[in-house]
């Protein structure tokens, strides 16, 4: 994972062994969850469900065709 947040690299370099299978079909128990992997990464970062999309892409969950016709992903915030 290549990013300029702190937070994100201290969670890269805390899974730098590796995410498993169990990792990514477990979610909720998943050690990319746990409060010393993830550290002080904030709940809203996209960037832990797009982790997890990347894996479960690699693993054969996602069609890698269907992903990529989709161009690019983003998220507008609109003003209230």
Known sequence: MISNCKQLQDMAAALKDGVTSDDILDVYN????????????CLECLAVPALF??????????????????KFNSVDFDEI
């Open 53 to 70: 999309n990347v894996c479960w892409l690699e693993e054969g969950m996602i069609s890698k065709s269907l992903a990529r016709k989709n």
């Open 30 to 41: 998943s050690r990319v969850m746990k409060p010393e992997v993830r550290g002080t990464v």
